[in-house]
């Protein structure tokens, strides 16, 4: 089992930059999918970005050019850089990490991220 713990949130005004760091408590090398959502106040859960398979990452159409997600595999830790941010880009924000093959999913715990003048 992995535990996952997202940082970096805050409020930040709109065109700022966070970084979202998420660590993983075990070795990430044998997950195929790694991703990070959101979820702002009453909408569904959405996917921000994704890296498959080691592949290169994926954005939503709402974050391309402006997220970039990486992933260090020898700190097990993932990282989402968030520029020129949005008020509509507030919402807490999970990483995930998949290994499909066993059905293992595993979620962090969230980190808020706030975007206002």
């Known amino acids: 089992q992995v535990q996952l713990v997202e940082s970096g949130g805050g409020l930040v005004q709109p065109g700022g930059s966070l970084r979202l760091s998420c660590a993983a408590s075990?070795?990430?090398?044998?997950?195929?999918?790694m991703g990070w959502y959101r979820q702002a106040p009453g909408k569904q859960r959405e996917l921000v970005a994704t890296?498959?398979?080691?592949?290169?990452?994926n954005y939503a159409d709402s974050v391309k050019g402006r997220f970039t997600m990486s992933r260090d595999m020898a700190k097990n830790t993932m990282y989402l850089q968030m520029n020129s941010l949005k008020p509509e880009d507030t919402a807490v924000y999970y990483c995930?990490?998949?290994?499909?093959?066993?059905?293992?999913?595993?979620w962090g715990q969230g980190t808020q991220v706030t975007v206002s003048s």
């Open positions: 995930n990490v998949k290994r499909t093959i066993t059905g293992a999913d595993y």
């Open positions: 075990g070795s990430i090398l044998w997950f195929n999918a």
């Open positions: 890296i498959i398979s080691g592949g290169n990452p």
